[in-house]
């Protein structure tokens, strides 16, 4: 499953593409904003796979809020869909290396040919022939290998993140959002700005917890308040 968010100043436009995103299985929603200022405070520590961008915004336009995007991830931005009632922004987006620009009102099957594309893109790019299933980080001086399998959970803190394997517990020199761009989205999902857990390793959620089993004792793990709605979607639970 890909994540999204959706950002519009009008509510009748977000709820019309939160209503198309629902159609679409492969999808679930992160977030959905009219304030594009406090979307971009939430893409501080959060990365959507694709992003919904209305053009006209006050505060900051959708070309505006692009050009923060790659100051933050430079070639490794999100998807970024451009939606808007006016063509004439159509070269513009395009320069900025939009994946697609979606004239309002959007019907849901110019949608679906939209995000058809995009997901096929994505299950590319992660499939498992094109993807390792490990990557090497620093420990005391040597590379060491961390295979993702390995991995049950991995918490932030600052500049360094501890990963927390079945065997062992390292700790690297690496934000989240650096971890966020290795790890495969279909095995590991973040419940908190701190926490990214592996899903095969969840126990059981208790309330606003995550619970994973660990060799010595169960640990529960907080899941954040803007988290919550993906998490519980992304496990299955309605």
């Not at 009748?12 to 299985?25: A, F, Q």
């Not at 490794?76 to 009632?85: A, C, D, E, S």
């Not at 927390?164 to 419940?191: G, Q, S």
């Not at 529960?220 to 988290?227: A, L, M, R, V, Y």
Request: net charge neutral; aromatic share 8%.
């Amino acid at each position: 499953m890909y994540t999204c968010i959706i950002i519009d100043d009008l509510q009748s436009s977000v709820n019309l593409i939160k209503d198309h995103v629902l159609k679409i299985p492969q999808l679930s929603i992160q977030l959905a904003a009219t304030d594009a200022i406090a979307a971009l405070a939430f893409l501080d520590s959060n990365k959507p796979d694709i992003i919904f961008l209305d053009i006209e915004m006050p505060g900051i336009t959708g070309i505006e809020f692009i050009k923060n995007l790659k100051a933050k991830w430079g070639n490794n931005m999100p998807k970024i869909v451009l939606t808007t009632g006016h063509e004439e922004y159509a070269l513009s987006g395009y320069e900025h290396g939009v994946a697609d620009y979606l004239l309002k009102p959007i019907t849901f099957s110019r949608f679906k040919q939209c995000t058809d594309r995009i997901i096929d893109e994505l299950d590319k790019r992660n499939s498992p022939t094109d993807k390792t299933n490990f990557f090497f980080a620093e420990d005391d001086g040597k590379k060491v290998r961390i295979n993702f399998d390995d991995i049950i959970y991995v918490e932030g803190g600052g500049n360094y993140i501890v990963i927390v394997c079945h065997e062992n517990i390292k700790a690297i020199y690496k934000t989240m959002n650096a971890i966020l761009e290795i790890l495969p989205c279909d095995k590991f999902i973040r419940v908190h700005k701190s926490y990214l857990v592996a899903i095969n390793q969840v126990h059981a959620v208790r309330g606003n917890e995550i619970i994973i089993k660990l060799k010595d004792a169960d640990k529960t793990i907080p899941i954040g308040t803007k988290f919550k709605e993906n998490v519980l979607r992304q496990l299955g639970i309605s």
